[in-house]
């Protein structure tokens, strides 16, 4: 494994305050840009399903050809089963370090690695929260390292938060689901409006959303908290969105 490909540093009293208060905390450089570059460059040949280990990843929706720049988003679920350069970012022992020492933990455990690439005039993804998926984790304790492969804008589909909404009060599932249902909102891939969950979130909390995008450079990084609302918008630019990220436990 190649150490040198992920910047080393140590949190910041400052950091990790802005982590617990908003449930996020951008850094402008993790990921090396010649890294950033080799990594980027091997979505093409993901994507179209040939994978160089020989393994498929856990989860594969979206298939296009290379060349195939089609508006829609890729994405898939532990790319790193099946390539060694992805598998090198899912890996990488500092990522975990970072992640743990932001938490508190003694360590981290990877719980899955995503990619996405979101082409020009891509839709947007829905806004949601990563632990939900994941209460049969014990504590459902997540924290995750989401890490821009090309420069990010807001205007091209990049990932944004719902700043502190990882402390705002939770609504339990089936009351959740009925209120969605009540106003005839539509499921979780929902083009017309990818805040709609939070919406209802923030009403039950009684507070108004502030929405922040990630808007960094090549191997810039957002840290994040599980409970925290994120998603993305369409992708409304001439530009390519290409990240990677690392979703972990304690």
């Known amino acids: 494994m190649l150490t040198h490909l992920i910047e080393d540093f140590e949190w910041t009293a400052e950091q990790r305050e802005t982590y617990d208060r908003d449930g996020f905390v951008i850094v402008e450089r993790v990921v090396r840009p010649d890294f950033a570059d080799a990594l980027k460059a091997r979505y093409p040949r993901l994507f179209a399903g040939r994978f160089e280990t020989g393994t498929n990843p856990d989860n594969f929706p979206v298939r296009v050809e290379e060349g195939d720049l089609a508006p829609v988003t890729r994405w ?26 932001l938490n508190g933990w003694s360590g981290m455990r990877l719980l899955q690695n995503n990619i996405h690439w979101k082409t020009p005039g891509s839709p947007p993804l829905s806004m949601h929260q990563d632990t939900s998926y994941h209460l049969w984790c014990v504590p459902a304790d997540l924290s995750s390292c989401w890490v821009a492969l090309a420069e990010t804008r807001a205007e091209a589909g990049t990932l944004q938060f719902a700043r502190g909404s990882h402390r705002w009060p939770r609504i339990d599932l089936p009351d959740y689901q009925a209120r969605i249902a009540a106003k005839n909102l539509e499921g979780f891939l929902d083009p017309s409006d990818f805040r709609t969950f939070v919406r209802e979130s923030a009403e039950f909390a009684g507070v108004a959303p502030e ?19 994120h998603g993305s918008d369409a992708n409304r630019s001439d530009a390519h969105r290409y990240s990677i990220s690392s979703h972990g436990i304690r």
Do not use: C
Request: without cysteine; hydrophobic residues 50%.
């Open 76 to 101: 898939m679920t532990n790319p790193w089963r099946s390539d060694y350069t992805i598998a090198n970012f899912a890996l990488h022992p500092v990522v975990g370090k970072l992640v743990a020492r």
């Open 211 to 229: 929405w922040v995008p990630v808007e960094v450079p090549k191997g810039g990084a957002v840290f994040f908290q599980g409970w925290v609302w």
